[in-house]
């Protein structure tokens, strides 16, 4: 099954905890990304990655980090820096000139 | 800096009604216009414009886009339950390291009321 692939679906956090969250793609795109949104408001950029080892801050990046050490992989870690670190993550993927493709997002809360 | 406002925020009409959903924009170096449902969970893709005044059609959807006055409607007739969700409009522009970005509007929550 080709696809976008994240987990997990829900994450807790605990204070001054970092957590990780993954997102693998099977479709060959070089292209992915990493969204924050939060209610009322659109999708917003953290981090996108256009080829492997190679990744740019988006508009929200400050409190988040990532690697894309494979093309397959991006996973977002989501550090003690971000203070509000509630929302619903999507990752997104796509081939160059193409659209981007989502995943099924990951709901992080705070404990 | 780049700038998707859409409208209205929410509406809620009955089953059968006719919609349209509004999307204006502001962006420098733009190349196309996306349209996305967001249901739950991940949003699907609906409509790519890229050219004025070509309206895109897929079922009781349509879309068209004004690149002169920067903005596109996404219509949907007939309306049934199955499409409430939250619309997305996002512009896709060339950023300043030749890279494609995605700037997405706050989305329209659309209830249809059986």
């Known amino acids: 099954d080709g696809g976008i692939t994240q987990s997990p679906k829900y994450l807790f956090r605990k204070e001054g905890q970092n957590v990780t969250l993954s997102c693998e793609q099977n479709?060959?795109?070089?292209?992915m990304y990493w969204y924050r949104q939060d209610p009322g408001q659109g999708l917003r950029l953290i981090y996108y990655?256009?080829?492997?080892?190679?990744?740019q801050k988006g508009d929200i990046a400050e409190g988040y980090s990532v690697s894309r050490e494979k093309k397959e992989s991006f996973p977002l870690t989501v550090t003690s820096a971000q203070k509000n670190p509630t929302a619903f993550y999507l990752c997104a993927s796509t081939l160059t000139g193409d659209i981007q493709y989502f995943g099924a997002g990951t709901r992080l809360s705070v404990l | 800096e780049d700038k998707v406002v859409q409208s209205p925020l929410s509406l809620v009409v009955h089953e059968g009604d006719t919609v349209t959903l509004n999307c204006s924009y502001e962006?420098?170096?733009?190349?196309?216009l996306l349209w996305y449902k967001q249901e739950k969970k991940a949003p699907t893709f609906l409509f790519m414009l890229?050219?004025?005044?070509i309206e895109k059609k897929s079922g009781r959807l349509s879309s068209i886009l004004d690149k002169k006055e920067l903005f596109s409607i996404l219509n949907i007739t007939a309306t049934q339950t199955g499409d409430s969700a939250v619309y997305l409009c996002a512009v896709e522009a060339l950023g300043h390291f030749g890279n494609e970005k995605l700037t997405f509007g706050t989305g329209t929550r659309l209830t249809i009321i059986p």
């Open positions: 990655s256009q080829i492997v080892n190679d990744f």
């Open positions: 479709l060959n795109h070089d292209a």
């Open positions: 962006v420098t170096n733009f190349r196309s």
């Open positions: 890229t050219s004025s005044g």
